[in-house]
């Protein structure tokens, strides 16, 4: 009966779309799916897309779950209907707007721009491709009163998205998102949206934003010395057919490193991302190309960013010279730990600064923040919510830099969400640093475990796609909740927080503290031995992910392959234990 239901109601969708002022293409791909696929019928109208950690994503085509010229106008005419209700007293209200190498980025993001105008709303749009960061930066720079971004950050190449941005250039949150969602629910039809804006009116962003951007990325550099000492630090880096491609290599130019290596392959803008199989740094695969390169002309250090150049994932030479892959949570220590020893050193710490992470990213960040006496803030999980503490904070005290462990990381406030040009740019001039110090990137990875402890992070993500999938999802969050384990792999489970209830669970004595965080479907299990496990479904993407973080101490160099094995069969064990191999 429920199957009948559903395909009752997306049948009625459907029809509403074909009997509104749609393109005749998108009427035929619908009369198809009415005709000869019921599954994906259900899967393009069951549901209308909403706002998620990421805001608005979904997999191109047709329907009210599927990226497309409608949704995207729907979006943004809730957006501009809330824009224009919010900033009622203002003569002019303003948004810039950019775009990733997906395909139909452009497109949309052009669509987008002409709503804007359509609604009497003042449009900025990129003459081209432009990094995530640098739209939230544009925003900051120019006044606007909210900003889009055209991007499915990392996510396969059927996929795009739609990022909508606040006025202090930080992702929209609660209560904007909510609100602009109630709006695009008031637009009964897509015969509401106004699509007729005059292109002529758009104002376009080019080479002088670029060269601001810049300017503010290299004005983060903290010993600019050390670059001039080593400006030939052999570096490869991609931007797997994204939009790093001019801005990153520009970025490392204007510091003064002179030995920047590119993958030509990878330097061709191409949504279809044809040399690899998912443009994710997070995903080994994703470099190799960048590691036969770096071994080509003997590099230092290897780096590709994401499709719209928010996130980074790095390789740096061990001991043994050999390359290997670096997680994101100890990119994230790396960085941290450059930014807060520097900031230490050159006596810049006065108790008013302070970093910022996610709860699932590693403690050794925190570890790191206590020994240098700086403040730091947990935050859920995305950038939105760092960029809502620093606008919380800017009056009172600096921002040193942030991250989290899906390969983003922030430094300074002149953006407010992650930025892999900037993150590039500190990773090259820690090269510097250890160089200086006759030390490899390895080298400093090992100095941080022995100062503080030795961090070994996993990630499993179990992926489960279209409806029944997110269903699968939720009844997997509600089986912890109902019954959570008492011990994992002998350690007894001594905390359980769960940030959708908003509480903080003692097992022993069964008392309750509230978490002082927005509701978010996260549940975390600590354990006697400080083992960290953590369960989330995904705000972007159909799966659920586990995170796994174990410690111990390092009391030399020479012991950490071993240490590391050892924290590796700890993860796997918890992992069996909860039947994820």
């Known amino acids: 009966m429920e199957n009948k239901n559903i395909l009752s109601e997306v049948r009625q969708k459907a029809e509403e779309w074909l009997s509104s002022p749609i393109d005749e293409a998108s009427k035929s791909a619908i009369r198809e799916m009415l005709d000869n696929n019921e599954t994906e019928l259900i899967e393009s109208f069951y549901r209308d897309l909403e706002f998620g950690t990421g805001g608005l994503r979904g ?10 010229i409608y949704t995207v106008g729907m979006a943004t005419q809730g957006l501009c209907n809330y824009l224009l209700a919010q900033f009622s007293d203002r003569k002019e209200i303003s948004v810039a707007v950019a775009h990733d190498c997906r395909n139909n980025s452009p497109l949309f993001a052009e669509i987008t721009a002409q709503i804007c105008i359509a609604n009497g709303i003042k449009a900025y749009l990129f003459n081209g491709l432009r990094p995530t960061p640098e739209l939230s930066f544009a925003i900051r720079q ?11 950050s990392h996510n396969p190449k059927e996929y795009n998205g739609y990022k909508a941005y606040w006025e202090d250039g930080g992702q929209i949150i609660n209560p904007h998102d909510v609100n602009i969602i109630n709006e695009v629910q008031k637009i009964k039809s897509i015969g509401d949206v106004k699509f007729d804006g005059d292109k002529k009116k758009i104002i376009t962003l080019g080479e002088e934003m670029d060269a601001l951007y810049i300017n503010e990325v290299v004005k983060q550099s903290i010993n600019p010395e050390l670059i001039a000492a080593h400006p030939d630090i052999k570096i490869v880096y991609t931007p797997i057919h994204g939009t790093g491609v001019y801005m990153v290599p520009r970025a490392l130019k204007q510091l003064g490193f002179t030995n920047i290596y590119n993958v030509p392959e990878q330097d061709v803008v191409d949504g279809n991302f044809p040399t690899v199989v998912s443009p994710n740094p997070e995903e080994s695969a994703a470099l190799d190309m960048a590691l036969k390169r770096a071994d080509e002309v003997g590099a230092d250090l290897v780096m ?5 150049a928010d996130r980074v994932g790095i390789a740096i030479r061990d001991n043994k ?7 994101g949570h100890q990119t ?6 450059y930014l807060l020893s520097q900031w230490s050193e050159r006596g810049k710490l006065t108790g008013k600064e302070y970093i910022v992470k996610t709860v699932v990213t590693t403690e050794l960040i925190a570890d790191m923040a206590r020994h240098y006496k ?13 960029a809502d503490i620093i606008r919380k904070n800017e009056d009172t005290m600096t921002f040193i830099g942030g991250g989290e462990e899906s390969y983003g990381f922030m430094i300074g406030d002149f953006v407010r969400d992650k930025d892999a040009v900037a993150s590039c740019s500190i990773l090259a001039e820690l090269a510097a640093w250890a160089k200086s110090r006759g030390k490899s990137m ?30 699968e999802i939720q009844q997997m969050m509600a089986g912890f909740r109902k019954n959570p384990p008492k011990s994992l792999n002998g350690s007894a489970v001594v905390t359980i927080r769960d940030y959708l209830e908003q509480v903080r669970l003692d097992t022993a004595s069964g008392v ?3 978490l002082n965080l927005p509701k978010s479907n996260v549940l975390q299990f600590l354990l006697e031995d400080g083992s960290k496990i953590s369960v989330r479904p995904s705000g972007t993407e159909p799966k659920i992910k586990f995170y796994f973080s174990v410690f111990d101490t390092l009391q030399k160099k020479e012991d950490y392959p071993l240490l590391k094995e050892r924290l590796e069969e700890k993860i796997t064990a918890i992992k069996k234990e909860l039947k994820l191999l």
């Open 512 to 514: 309750k503290t509230p």
């Open 442 to 471: 390895y080298d400093i990875l090992l100095e941080m475990y022995l100062k503080f402890s030795c961090y070994q992070e996993s990630l499993i993500n179990v992926v489960k796609k279209g409806k029944s999938g997110a269903e």
């Open 304 to 308: 590709a960013s994401d499709p719209d």
């Open 332 to 337: 994230a220590s790396l960085l941290s730990y």
């Open 374 to 386: 700086v403040p730091y803030w947990d935050v859920l999980t995305g950038f939105k919510f760092i």
């Open 321 to 327: 010279g050999k390359l290997i892959l670096v997680n």
């Open 142 to 152: 120019l006044g606007c009163q909210s900003g889009v971004v055209i991007t499915a």
């Open 59 to 68: 997999i191109m085509g047709v329907g009210t779950n599927r990226m497309n």
